[in-house]
């Protein structure tokens, strides 16, 4: 994620995972392709049915972990408004401005590493913005969300 637009009014965060939705989409098409059109290829039954198999579960995986996300928070219509992008399926959420109490990390634990999400904490309680956790640094995202929302954004 990262803030692709930053004024007094107005601030855009964007998250958009091109690198591993674009490895997911063509490795799971690229698996139904030869499933459909080189079944001459396979030497058995157990391949004939994993590899279409594993195209679809690439093309699922990269349906739900890797949707582009729009995040923006305009002081002039007193909302937030969060996008998230999915083949087939866009969904937009909005949320009164005034309700939103800071940004805030979501930490989760994976064979000893420290995964982080970014989260909006509302009045409503804990809104995610990712699907899932990454090891990217979040914190300088956050920082500029949360003083965005203190008012000490830079013009």
Avoid: C
């Avoid at 996300?69 to 992008?85: H, I, K, P, S, Y």
């Avoid at 913005?129 to 000490?152: F, P």
Wanted: aromatic fraction near 12%.
């Amino acid at each position: 994620m990262k803030i692709t637009e930053q004024s007094r009014e107005r601030l855009v965060v964007r998250h958009t995972p091109w690198f591993l939705g674009g490895f997911m989409w063509l490795m799971g098409g690229a698996a139904l392709y030869a499933s459909a059109f080189r079944q001459d290829t396979f030497t058995s039954t157990g391949e004939a049915i994993l590899v279409p198999s594993l195209g679809i579960a690439m093309l699922a995986g990269a349906w739900w972990f890797a949707p582009m996300v729009t995040l923006v928070f305009d002081r002039a219509t007193g909302r937030v408004w969060f996008r998230e992008n999915r083949l087939f399926q866009p969904r937009t959420q909005g949320f009164d401005l005034s309700r939103i109490e800071r940004a805030r990390l979501q930490s989760h634990w994976s064979d000893g590493s420290r995964l982080t999400r970014l989260a909006l904490r509302t009045a409503d309680g804990v809104v995610p913005l990712e699907t899932g956790y990454s090891s990217a640094d979040r914190t300088k995202v956050m920082s500029g969300v949360n003083a965005w929302l203190e008012g000490k954004a830079p013009l």
